[in-house]
T-cell receptor, first 115, second 115 residues
Framework: NAGVTQTPKFQVLKTGQSMTLQCAQD?????MSWYRQDPGMGLRLIHY???????DQGEVPNGYNVSRSTTEDFPLRLLSAAPSQTSVYFC??????????????FGEGSWLTVV | AQSVTQPDIHITVSEGASLELRCNYS??????LFWYVQSPGQGLQLLLK??????LVQGIKGFEAEFKRSQSSFNLRKPSVHWSDAAEYFC?????????????FGSGTQLTVLP
Protein backbone atom coordinates (compact mmCIF):
# COMPACT_ATOMS: atom_id res chain seq x y z
CA ASN A 1 0.00 0.00 0.00
CA ALA A 2 1.85 3.06 -1.26
CA GLY A 3 -0.66 5.67 0.01
CA VAL A 4 -0.50 9.00 -1.83
CA THR A 5 2.34 9.23 -4.33
CA GLN A 6 3.48 12.47 -5.91
CA THR A 7 5.94 12.96 -8.76
CA PRO A 8 8.25 14.66 -9.36
CA LYS A 9 9.64 15.54 -5.95
CA PHE A 10 11.69 18.45 -7.28
CA GLN A 11 11.30 20.48 -10.47
CA VAL A 12 12.75 23.69 -11.87
CA LEU A 13 10.80 25.42 -14.61
CA LYS A 14 11.35 28.48 -16.73
CA THR A 15 8.70 31.16 -16.80
CA GLY A 16 6.08 30.30 -19.40
CA GLN A 17 6.74 26.59 -19.46
CA SER A 18 3.98 24.12 -18.70
CA MET A 19 4.19 20.96 -16.64
CA THR A 20 2.09 18.40 -14.82
CA LEU A 21 2.45 17.29 -11.23
CA GLN A 22 1.29 13.74 -10.86
CA CYS A 23 -0.68 12.37 -7.92
CA ALA A 24 -1.84 8.81 -7.46
CA GLN A 25 -3.46 6.97 -4.58
CA ASP A 26 -4.07 3.28 -4.18
CA UNK A 27 -6.62 3.45 -1.37
CA UNK A 28 -9.76 3.75 -3.54
CA UNK A 29 -10.38 7.23 -2.15
CA UNK A 30 -13.20 9.33 -3.55
CA UNK A 31 -11.83 12.68 -2.53
CA MET A 32 -8.55 14.10 -3.82
CA SER A 33 -7.15 17.59 -3.62
CA TRP A 34 -4.13 19.77 -4.31
CA TYR A 35 -2.70 22.31 -1.87
CA ARG A 36 0.19 24.70 -2.13
CA GLN A 37 2.32 25.63 0.85
CA ASP A 38 4.05 28.98 1.08
CA PRO A 39 6.10 30.33 4.00
CA GLY A 40 3.92 31.89 6.69
CA MET A 41 0.69 31.00 4.90
CA GLY A 42 0.00 27.39 5.76
CA LEU A 43 -1.57 25.27 3.05
CA ARG A 44 -4.07 26.68 0.61
CA LEU A 45 -6.46 24.61 -1.49
CA ILE A 46 -6.00 24.85 -5.26
CA HIS A 47 -8.47 22.32 -6.68
CA TYR A 48 -10.30 19.28 -5.42
CA UNK A 49 -12.32 16.35 -6.71
CA UNK A 50 -15.09 14.35 -5.07
CA UNK A 51 -14.96 11.55 -7.62
CA UNK A 52 -13.96 10.58 -11.14
CA UNK A 53 -15.14 13.18 -13.62
CA UNK A 54 -15.90 15.79 -10.93
CA UNK A 55 -13.57 18.65 -10.06
CA ASP A 56 -14.00 22.04 -8.45
CA GLN A 57 -11.96 25.08 -7.55
CA GLY A 58 -10.49 25.82 -4.17
CA GLU A 59 -9.11 29.01 -2.72
CA VAL A 60 -6.29 29.68 -5.23
CA PRO A 61 -7.13 28.01 -8.59
CA ASN A 62 -5.78 30.58 -11.05
CA GLY A 63 -3.00 29.28 -13.29
CA TYR A 64 -3.77 25.63 -12.55
CA ASN A 65 -5.86 22.99 -14.24
CA VAL A 66 -6.98 19.55 -13.05
CA SER A 67 -8.85 16.54 -14.33
CA ARG A 68 -9.99 13.29 -12.73
CA SER A 69 -10.40 10.60 -15.35
CA THR A 70 -9.83 7.75 -12.90
CA THR A 71 -10.34 7.28 -9.17
CA GLU A 72 -6.63 6.76 -8.64
CA ASP A 73 -5.11 9.76 -10.42
CA PHE A 74 -5.46 13.52 -9.99
CA PRO A 75 -2.84 15.44 -11.99
CA LEU A 76 -2.25 19.16 -11.52
CA ARG A 77 -1.27 21.13 -14.61
CA LEU A 78 0.55 24.43 -14.63
CA LEU A 79 -0.48 26.04 -17.90
CA SER A 80 2.16 28.79 -18.13
CA ALA A 81 4.44 28.81 -15.11
CA ALA A 82 5.07 32.06 -13.26
CA PRO A 83 7.55 32.82 -10.47
CA SER A 84 4.55 33.28 -8.13
CA GLN A 85 3.91 29.57 -8.53
CA THR A 86 7.18 28.70 -6.83
CA SER A 87 5.92 26.66 -3.91
CA VAL A 88 5.63 23.24 -2.35
CA TYR A 89 2.64 21.32 -3.65
CA PHE A 90 0.83 18.64 -1.70
CA CYS A 91 -1.69 16.16 -2.97
CA UNK A 92 -4.17 14.76 -0.46
CA UNK A 93 -6.90 12.16 -0.49
CA UNK A 94 -9.58 10.73 1.76
CA UNK A 95 -12.11 7.93 1.50
CA UNK A 96 -15.16 10.09 1.73
CA UNK A 97 -16.63 13.20 3.28
CA UNK A 98 -15.27 14.72 6.44
CA UNK A 99 -18.68 14.09 7.99
CA UNK A 100 -17.86 10.45 8.47
CA UNK A 101 -14.65 11.25 10.22
CA UNK A 102 -12.33 10.05 7.51
CA UNK A 103 -8.73 11.11 7.65
CA UNK A 104 -7.14 13.11 4.86
CA UNK A 105 -3.82 11.59 3.82
CA PHE A 106 -1.08 13.76 2.33
CA GLY A 107 1.66 12.97 -0.15
CA GLU A 108 5.26 13.91 0.58
CA GLY A 109 5.17 17.06 -1.52
CA SER A 110 6.59 18.39 -4.76
CA TRP A 111 9.05 21.29 -4.61
CA LEU A 112 8.60 23.54 -7.63
CA THR A 113 10.82 26.49 -8.52
CA VAL A 114 9.94 28.79 -11.42
CA VAL A 115 12.80 30.99 -12.63
CA ALA B 1 -15.76 31.49 5.37
CA GLN B 2 -13.75 29.65 7.96
CA SER B 3 -10.34 30.74 9.16
CA VAL B 4 -7.67 29.49 11.53
CA THR B 5 -5.20 31.54 13.53
CA GLN B 6 -2.05 30.16 15.08
CA PRO B 7 -0.69 33.16 16.97
CA ASP B 8 2.75 31.71 17.70
CA ILE B 9 5.02 31.52 14.66
CA HIS B 10 7.89 29.92 16.56
CA ILE B 11 8.09 28.27 19.99
CA THR B 12 11.20 26.97 21.74
CA VAL B 13 11.01 24.56 24.66
CA SER B 14 13.50 22.40 26.51
CA GLU B 15 13.33 18.66 26.22
CA GLY B 16 11.10 17.28 28.98
CA ALA B 17 9.15 20.52 29.37
CA SER B 18 5.45 20.77 28.72
CA LEU B 19 4.09 22.21 25.50
CA GLU B 20 0.98 24.07 24.46
CA LEU B 21 0.40 25.27 20.89
CA ARG B 22 -2.47 27.66 20.40
CA CYS B 23 -5.13 27.51 17.72
CA ASN B 24 -8.20 29.71 17.28
CA TYR B 25 -10.77 29.16 14.58
CA SER B 26 -13.66 30.97 13.02
CA UNK B 27 -16.47 28.87 11.64
CA UNK B 28 -20.22 29.30 11.60
CA UNK B 29 -21.21 25.77 12.51
CA UNK B 30 -19.82 22.95 14.59
CA UNK B 31 -16.25 22.67 13.40
CA UNK B 32 -14.23 19.66 12.39
CA LEU B 33 -10.79 20.35 13.86
CA PHE B 34 -7.42 18.80 13.15
CA TRP B 35 -3.80 19.03 14.14
CA TYR B 36 -1.12 17.97 11.67
CA VAL B 37 2.65 17.76 12.08
CA GLN B 38 5.19 18.26 9.32
CA SER B 39 8.82 17.22 9.66
CA PRO B 40 11.37 18.88 7.35
CA GLY B 41 11.02 17.71 3.76
CA GLN B 42 8.02 15.55 4.60
CA GLY B 43 4.30 15.60 4.09
CA LEU B 44 1.73 16.20 6.79
CA GLN B 45 0.88 13.58 9.38
CA LEU B 46 -2.38 13.68 11.30
CA LEU B 47 -1.87 13.98 15.07
CA LEU B 48 -5.51 14.09 16.16
CA LYS B 49 -8.95 15.25 15.15
CA UNK B 50 -12.15 16.44 16.76
CA UNK B 51 -15.56 15.88 15.22
CA UNK B 52 -17.94 15.62 18.19
CA UNK B 53 -18.29 14.20 21.67
CA UNK B 54 -15.60 14.43 24.32
CA UNK B 55 -13.88 17.78 24.03
CA LEU B 56 -10.51 16.37 25.12
CA VAL B 57 -9.03 14.42 22.26
CA GLN B 58 -6.10 12.06 22.48
CA GLY B 59 -3.77 11.66 19.53
CA ILE B 60 -0.60 9.91 18.51
CA LYS B 61 2.86 10.51 19.99
CA GLY B 62 1.41 11.53 23.37
CA PHE B 63 -0.37 14.65 22.11
CA GLU B 64 -3.81 15.81 23.18
CA ALA B 65 -6.02 18.76 22.31
CA GLU B 66 -9.00 20.37 23.96
CA PHE B 67 -11.90 21.86 22.07
CA LYS B 68 -13.35 24.94 23.82
CA ARG B 69 -16.36 26.24 21.95
CA SER B 70 -16.71 29.35 24.14
CA GLN B 71 -13.17 30.41 23.25
CA SER B 72 -13.19 29.08 19.65
CA SER B 73 -9.96 27.31 20.48
CA PHE B 74 -8.39 23.92 19.89
CA ASN B 75 -5.02 24.03 21.64
CA LEU B 76 -2.53 21.20 21.32
CA ARG B 77 -0.69 19.97 24.41
CA LYS B 78 1.99 17.52 25.38
CA PRO B 79 3.15 17.02 28.98
CA SER B 80 6.77 16.22 28.18
CA VAL B 81 8.39 17.13 24.86
CA HIS B 82 10.95 14.90 23.16
CA TRP B 83 13.67 16.09 20.80
CA SER B 84 11.92 14.22 17.98
CA ASP B 85 8.89 16.51 18.36
CA ALA B 86 10.78 19.35 16.69
CA ALA B 87 8.71 20.08 13.57
CA GLU B 88 6.09 22.43 12.23
CA TYR B 89 2.57 22.05 13.53
CA PHE B 90 -0.58 23.02 11.67
CA CYS B 91 -4.09 23.45 12.99
CA UNK B 92 -6.92 23.08 10.48
CA UNK B 93 -10.68 23.38 10.37
CA UNK B 94 -12.77 21.23 8.06
CA UNK B 95 -15.63 22.51 5.97
CA UNK B 96 -18.28 20.60 4.14
CA UNK B 97 -20.30 23.51 2.79
CA UNK B 98 -22.04 22.63 -0.45
CA UNK B 99 -20.03 20.00 -2.26
CA UNK B 100 -16.77 21.31 -0.89
CA UNK B 101 -14.91 19.13 1.54
CA UNK B 102 -11.80 21.02 2.36
CA UNK B 103 -9.42 21.95 5.10
CA UNK B 104 -8.46 25.49 5.97
CA PHE B 105 -5.05 25.61 7.59
CA GLY B 106 -3.42 27.99 9.99
CA SER B 107 -0.03 29.42 9.09
CA GLY B 108 1.77 26.95 11.33
CA THR B 109 3.91 26.99 14.48
CA GLN B 110 7.53 25.95 14.24
CA LEU B 111 8.67 24.04 17.34
CA THR B 112 12.31 23.95 18.37
CA VAL B 113 13.35 21.58 21.17
CA LEU B 114 16.49 22.38 23.16
CA PRO B 115 18.52 19.54 24.65
Amino acid sequence: NAGVTQTPKFQVLKTGQSMTLQCAQDMNHEYMSWYRQDPGMGLRLIHYSVGAGITDQGEVPNGYNVSRSTTEDFPLRLLSAAPSQTSVYFCASSYSSLFSGNTIYFGEGSWLTVV
Amino acid sequence: AQSVTQPDIHITVSEGASLELRCNYSYGATPYLFWYVQSPGQGLQLLLKYFSGDTLVQGIKGFEAEFKRSQSSFNLRKPSVHWSDAAEYFCAVGSSSGSARQLTFGSGTQLTVLP
